[in-house]
């Protein structure tokens, strides 16, 4: 079975722009929940989805905010880029939102200049 | 606030020995665990988890322990091999809440296991 795929791998922006990344969930998972992981702040929570609803939402900005389809892909956008928007944006897929084992992928590397 | 975190960013050891990385939390409400390892470039693999009605849950080289009275978990990695050698994170994720979904997973800061020939 495929795992969670993440596409970009690597992006580079400079700030004021605007980015979507894009997370396809192994088959079957309809949880995808996104973070972003930096060395100063380590693995932070962005938002959840399940069956195209947000269920839970991190402590972001209004600048951070996503989408989930019908098939369960998701996409993460984030407008208006700051510097400190850099860093690797992971996606995970569960088969429920209620579950906790998530399976992650290989994230996106953003970089801000 | 309330977070996870790791006692140790570093941990050492030889190759063949056993290795016990160790993780506090401070949310009481906490009822899920797991460990995951993180491989450089690589995003979090799972590894093992707990429930908060379990104390002890073993898997093939790895056992988690949960001890609830002082809210700390670790993860014990027998015969440790050079493909260990990863960041582990351990993470822990609350109930449902009254919309039915559950928090996001909060996680720990890591520990890099380094493992020595």
């Known amino acids: 079975k495929a795992g969670v795929t993440q596409t970009p791998r690597y992006l580079i922006k400079t700030r004021g722009q605007q980015v979507t990344l894009s997370c396809s969930p192994i088959?079957?998972?309809?949880?995808v929940s996104w973070y972003q992981q930096t060395p100063g702040q380590g693995l932070q929570f962005l938002f959840e989805y399940f069956s195209e609803t947000q269920r839970n939402k991190g402590n972001f900005p209004g600048r951070f905010s996503g989408r989930q389809f019908s098939n369960s892909r998701s996409e993460m956008n984030v407008s208006t880029l700051e510097l400190g928007d850099s860093a690797l944006y992971l996606c995970?897929?569960?088969?429920?939102?209620?579950?906790?084992?998530?399976?992650f992928g290989p994230g996106t590397r953003l970089t801000v200049l | 606030g309330e977070s996870v975190g790791l006692h140790l960013p570093t941990l050492s050891v030889q190759e063949g020995d056993n290795s016990i990385i160790n993780c506090a939390y401070s949310n009481s409400a906490s009822d899920y665990f797991i460990w995951y390892k993180q491989e450089s470039g690589k995003g979090p693999q799972f590894i093992i988890d707990?429930?908060?009605?379990?104390d002890k849950r073993q898997g093939q080289r790895v056992t988690v322990l949960l001890n609830k009275t002082v809210k700390h978990l670790s993860l014990q990695i027998a015969a440790t091999q050079p493909g260990d050698s990863a960041v582990y994170f351990c993470a822990e994720k609350r109930g449902i809440d009254a919309r039915g979904g559950a928090d996001g997973l909060t996680f720990g800061k890591g520990t890099h296991l380094i493992i020595q020939p």
């Open positions: 707990i429930r908060s009605n379990m």
């Open positions: 088959s079957g998972h309809r949880s």
């Open positions: 995970a897929s569960s088969r429920d939102t209620l579950r906790g084992e998530q399976f």
